[in-house]
């Protein structure tokens, strides 16, 4: 181990075990040292790791506004930092540690001052839409943080920063959402991450895609948020392209994701939605998130009965496919449930 890293490494267990108080360490050319070993290799991991116990502990009652814009204006330089090292997804992986740390610790700043926090939101940003996958997981949980402080503070959310932040980050999750197109090339282990991914629920401590699809309605409304997936959607049917059919799959995925924050009253978009479901390609991977969709949102088509009917038709036809049958089945019990009374009509 070199020099420097053992001497970081010491001084991260000092300052996590507060040993050193943080505002001694801020105020010294140590800050200095910690910042200079991202330049190094062997010490940007552990300099990383000092930075993030740094913001966390810099920013606990009793704040110091001081030390915070302080150590802020340390942080900036970051954004370079990432830029140059978009090749290498460890070190983003790290940066991307920070600028979490950095964004939940001082959420309630960024909210009252958004312009101010700019770098980092847009830093927030880039880490998003990162194709490594394990790299934007680390930033769901900030979103949820950012999420349930504007909902407490009806001026910032009329702010079109956040509004075009969120309004980005749907299209950013329904690429992430796309089956590779070598999907068929991964190792039984690597499709085993990849749904997990894609499926993970939420925990005490982690958060999935799925929860910020919905957050995203949260903030943006329900008619915008679906006006995503649904315009993205249609561009893949006008282009003609007939075989990639991922463009149209993780678009559906991520319907299924927001529905729980759509309410039963949607009326804009829902219905060119669900009046397009039909007309979608028959791939088995696309009929199949179709009958999910429509079971997702059958309580929403009890409203619609005149939707019902060519439903019953498209999942009945799921029982004839194999892939598709595990699909029909819960859809159909779905629409048993919360369409029971038009059924009834329909029936009798």
């Not at 966390?56 to 001081?66: G, H, I, Q, S, V």
């Not at 791939?283 to 009890?302: D, Q």
């Not at 060519?310 to 049958?325: H, I, M, N, P, R």
């Amino acid at each position: 181990m070199a020099i420097e890293e053992f001497r970081l490494r010491a001084l991260h267990s000092w300052i996590h075990s507060k040993d050193i108080p943080v505002k001694d360490v801020v105020a010294t050319s140590l800050m200095t040292n910690i910042f200079s070993g991202l330049s190094s290799q062997d010490c940007f991991e552990i300099s990383c790791d000092l930075i993030c116990e740094i913001v966390f502990l810099a920013t606990r009652e009793p704040r110091d506004m001081a030390l915070v814009e302080h150590i802020y204006n340390l942080l900036t330089p970051l954004n370079d930092t990432l830029s140059q090292s978009l090749d290498d997804c460890f070190k983003v992986k790290d940066i991307c540690r920070v600028f979490v740390e950095a964004g939940e610790s001082y959420v309630d700043l960024i909210v009252s001052s958004p312009q101010h926090f700019e770098k980092l939101l847009d830093g927030i940003l880039i880490l998003s839409d990162y194709d490594f996958l394990d790299v934007p997981q680390i930033t769901f949980n900030f979103w949820h943080t950012l999420t349930d402080q504007l909902l407490l503070n009806a001026e910032a959310m009329k702010n079109p920063l956040f509004f075009s932040m969120y309004d980005r980050l749907v299209g950013m999750i329904i690429k992430h959402l796309k089956y590779p197109a070598d999907f068929g090339d991964f190792s039984a282990a690597e499709r085993d991450e990849f749904r997990e991914f894609r499926y993970l629920m939420i925990s005490h401590t982690r958060h999935a895609i799925g929860d910020v699809l919905k957050d995203c309605v949260r903030i943006l409304g329900e008619t915008v948020a679906l006006g995503k997936p649904f315009e993205q959607i249609m561009a893949q049917m006008n282009s003609g392209e007939t075989n990639n059919w991922q463009a149209i799959e993780a678009p559906l995925f991520s319907l299924r994701a927001m529905c729980i924050e759509v309410s039963l009253k949607e009326a804009t978009i829902l219905p060119q939605i669900m009046t397009l479901l039909p007309q979608l390609p028959q791939h088995p991977k696309i009929r199949y998130a179709v009958i999910l969709v429509m079971g997702r949102y059958a309580e929403w088509t009890n409203n619609h009965p005149e939707l019902i009917q060519y439903q019953l038709q498209y999942v009945s036809a799921g029982f004839e496919d194999k892939e598709s049958v595990a699909a029909a089945a819960q859809t159909f019990k779905d629409l048993c449930k919360f369409c029971s009374k038009v059924l009834y009509y329909l029936i009798f």
